[in-house]
């Protein structure tokens, strides 16, 4: 695979984004397999289609037991919560979560306009 050459404002990018994630898991005490399995159960609720503890395993590819015990820490800090639907538990973002997650969502999505608005000032005509 041939090696890209990035602008140091691409990388500069990149790993503001990076630091964002692990700033994330300061916060949650946790760690960046927590902030994953958060975002997806985030996008579950944003598409209005909440995941079950196997379907969310299955979209991170991760054991689903690592993803239960996960979600089991979860909501005990009050991130996640959990509701049985027949033999699947479904899982939802809560209150909290929400907050910090639109918080984090709003900045990186600022930055990153304001990043591709660079590049596309900066491109050959």
């Known amino acids: 695979m041939p ?3 990035y602008t ?19 916060e949650l ?9 958060l975002r997806a159960a985030a996008i579950g ?3 209005d289609r909440p995941m079950s503890v196997s ?3 299955t979209y991170v590819s991760l054991p689903r037991q690592t993803v239960s015990r996960r979600i089991h820490r979860l909501t005990k800090v009050g991130m996640l919560m ?3 639907e027949g033999n699947r538990t479904i899982v939802h973002t809560t209150e909290k979560a929400r907050r910090q997650n639109e ?13 591709v608005g660079r590049l596309n000032n900066n491109r050959p005509k």
């Open 29 to 37: 005490g946790g760690t960046m397999i927590d902030a994953i399995i």
């Open 82 to 84: 959990t509701r049985r």
């Open 45 to 47: 609720r944003l598409e």
């Open 55 to 57: 379907s969310l395993a």
């Open 103 to 115: 918080a984090f969502v709003n900045d990186a999505i600022a930055e990153t306009i304001e990043f």
């Open 8 to 26: 140091d404002d691409e990388r500069r990018h990149f790993f503001r984004c990076m630091t964002r994630i692990f700033q994330m898991e300061r």
């Open 3 to 5: 090696d890209p050459d």
